[in-house]
């Protein structure tokens, strides 16, 4: 699988594609959409992990019926900007998407540093949400953080 730089995106998708930003963990792939200007990231949902190919088709078809052009996933890079185990893994888990279940759609990745603890922070402070609740949402919430830092860096260099 070669890297593809996000900016490169706009060039290699069709006009009416979408992004789908992904937050993968241990447990859960949350999940969130972009529109079709890139400026706007919304949350759609997680998806229970289980095994590789189940994770994998409920992916595709989502891609399928939300005419995903590219995938943006969240790269928990370290506080001092080195990659550990969980790099390993989201890696792992883009090849894979590749190379074993047959995905052609171009994957990028964003750092992801913090995400889940600012979501987290908000939903606390600002939204007031139970700890069930926050449980429930702050996977995809983080999946719309990632995706919208990735989508606000596109619109800087558009602007450029």
Not at 27 to 53: H, N
Not at 59 to 69: D, P, T, Y
Request: glycine letters at 6%; a neutral charge; proline letters at 4%.
């Amino acid at each position: 699988m070669q890297d593809i730089d996000l900016y490169d995106l706009p060039e290699l998708l069709d006009r009416n594609q979408r992004l789908l930003g992904l937050d993968p963990g241990s447990k859960t792939i949350g999940m969130a959409v972009s529109d079709r200007d890139y400026k706007v990231a919304s949350p759609i949902g997680t998806i229970l992990r289980s095994k590789f190919k189940v994770d994998a088709a409920k992916l595709k078809e989502i891609c399928e019926e939300r005419n995903i052009g590219a995938l943006v996933m969240g790269l928990p890079v370290n506080m001092d900007g080195t990659e550990g185990p969980r790099c390993q893994s989201v890696r792992t888990l883009a090849e894979n998407l590749h190379k074993l279940a047959g995905f052609t759609i171009p994957i990028v990745f964003w750092d992801e540093r913090m995400s889940t603890s600012a979501v987290e922070r908000f939903l606390i402070g600002e939204a007031d949400m139970t700890r069930k609740r926050r449980s429930e949402v702050v996977d995809k919430a983080a999946a719309a953080y990632i995706l919208q830092g990735a989508l606000d860096a596109l619109q800087r260099r558009i602007n450029l």
